[in-house]
DNA sequence: TAGCTGACGCCCT
DNA sequence: CAGGGCGCCAGCT
């Protein structure tokens, strides 16, 4: 644990990546389990920075507490995050997961 | 150096 | 039912 570490971005890369492959979570579940329940805005600040991050971070896991894809716009193509959805078996139709909560992985609840 | 803004979410009119 | 404001923290201009 260095200093890094406790930094609120590396929090959210590190929670980023236990998301289940096929699964997802949002922003607010990953800001209220680092501690910071309010500071859901910066955890999308974070995925955004993520892409210049070292190791790989599934942003594209990471929605609205709608199930919305809002951060679509920041992946390379407009329909790049929906596809890495698609691809894991996420069915997604006008930006929205369909049976967003059957898909819905709460880092808080990491029993399944 | 100080201020603005952002892939959100909740409460209050 | 809908719209607007505030908090949160760090990076960028």
């Known amino acids: 644990m ?45 995925m955004n920075k993520s892409f210049s991050q070292k190791e790989f971070v599934p942003a594209h896991r990471v929605v609205n507490r709608n199930g919305m894809l809002t951060g679509k716009h920041h992946f390379g193509t407009s329909d790049a995050m929906e596809q890495l959805l698609k691809n894991e078996g996420i069915i997604v139709i006008d930006d929205a997961i369909i049976n967003f909560k059957k898909h819905f992985w709460d880092p808080a609840n990491l029993i399944d």
């Open 2 to 46: 260095t200093k890094t570490d406790d930094h609120f971005f590396n929090k959210v890369y590190d929670v980023a990546r236990m998301v289940p492959y096929g699964r997802v979570t949002t922003y607010g579940a990953i800001a209220k389990f680092i501690g910071s329940p309010q500071a859901a805005r910066m955890v999308g600040w974070a």
